[in-house]
């Protein structure tokens, strides 16, 4: 998810005004059932990438954060070295951790449900629990996001993955157009501000430049370079502008 200003603090003493339950449970099924459906195509395109349907179903049970998935499935797809591919999807989902931080503070979770909490900490259940006004409303919006899309991605990954299967050569059929397809739909309407469309520039840049000479998957690695880069080419400039209000 693209990084936002910070929420305000979430309140359970009656100085937030409360959101109605059913509210919530529209943003929550709305987001689930809009990305849980994707999952046709990632099973879609795991296969394609010669995954067995076993695999498949196993990497959306246990991983389970898109992005991460069609990293992995996508270097494959591309000859990369499972292990550069792993890599990759690795880096890539590391983001959750810094969205668990957070969610920890808002939530407080029992200690006894964090473990399977954090197992649905991924951009959209983030995205729905920071929306709510309060706790209580951002537990159920992260609830029941995170069990409507757990439910449906791994259904659709089945039913994509054993469809594929039932084709045969999914390339023949431009199906291995899907899974790019759907991961640029969710990440375009993220990138709202200018330093969230240059981070996304360069690193299409980067990886597609050096995708000819860097063994298949290595290019998503290197263009995660991009994000530094652009911080670094943005703290420059904060310094140059300090300087000549400030000339002392």
């Given at each position: 998810m693209a990084e936002q200003?910070?929420?305000?603090?979430?309140?359970d003493d009656g100085a937030t005004r409360a959101k109605p339950d059913a509210a919530v449970v529209r943003d929550a099924l709305g987001v689930g059932v809009a990305v849980g459906l994707s999952g046709f195509?990632?099973?879609?395109?795991?296969a394609g990438a010669g995954l067995t349907l076993a695999q498949t179903c196993v990497l959306s049970?246990?991983?389970f954060t898109g992005a991460s998935q069609f990293a992995l499935v996508g270097a494959l797809a591309a000859g990369g070295n499972p292990f550069t591919a792993a890599a990759g999807a690795f880096f890539l989902g590391t983001r959750n951790a810094f969205y668990g931080l957070r969610l920890s503070q808002?939530?407080?979770l029992p200690k006894a449900v964090r473990p399977l909490a954090a197992h649905w900490v991924i951009d959209e259940t983030t995205a729905v629990a920071l929306a709510q006004p309060s706790r209580r409303a951002a537990r159920l919006g992260f609830t029941l996001t995170g069990l409507t899309l757990?439910?449906?991605?791994?259904?659709t990954t089945f039913l994509g993955g054993l469809g594929a299967e039932a084709i045969g050569d999914t390339?023949?059929?431009?199906?291995?157009?899907?899974?790019p397809a759907v991961f640029l739909?969710?990440?375009a309407p993220m990138l709202k501000s200018a330093t969230e469309r240059a981070t996304a520039g360069i690193a299409v840049l980067l990886g597609l430049g050096l995708l000819p000479v860097l063994p298949?998957?290595?290019?998503?690695?290197?263009?995660?370079f991009a994000a530094p880069l652009v911080l670094w080419f943005q703290g420059r400039r904060m310094s140059t502008d300090a300087r000549e209000e400030d000339p002392r």
């Amino acid at each position: 998810m693209a990084e936002q200003t910070a929420p305000p603090v979430i309140r359970d003493d009656g100085a937030t005004r409360a959101k109605p339950d059913a509210a919530v449970v529209r943003d929550a099924l709305g987001v689930g059932v809009a990305v849980g459906l994707s999952g046709f195509a990632f099973g879609v395109t795991s296969a394609g990438a010669g995954l067995t349907l076993a695999q498949t179903c196993v990497l959306s049970l246990l991983v389970f954060t898109g992005a991460s998935q069609f990293a992995l499935v996508g270097a494959l797809a591309a000859g990369g070295n499972p292990f550069t591919a792993a890599a990759g999807a690795f880096f890539l989902g590391t983001r959750n951790a810094f969205y668990g931080l957070r969610l920890s503070q808002l939530l407080a979770l029992p200690k006894a449900v964090r473990p399977l909490a954090a197992h649905w900490v991924i951009d959209e259940t983030t995205a729905v629990a920071l929306a709510q006004p309060s706790r209580r409303a951002a537990r159920l919006g992260f609830t029941l996001t995170g069990l409507t899309l757990y439910v449906l991605w791994n259904l659709t990954t089945f039913l994509g993955g054993l469809g594929a299967e039932a084709i045969g050569d999914t390339a023949a059929w431009g199906l291995d157009a899907a899974g790019p397809a759907v991961f640029l739909a969710l990440l375009a309407p993220m990138l709202k501000s200018a330093t969230e469309r240059a981070t996304a520039g360069i690193a299409v840049l980067l990886g597609l430049g050096l995708l000819p000479v860097l063994p298949a998957g290595v290019p998503v690695l290197a263009a995660a370079f991009a994000a530094p880069l652009v911080l670094w080419f943005q703290g420059r400039r904060m310094s140059t502008d300090a300087r000549e209000e400030d000339p002392r």
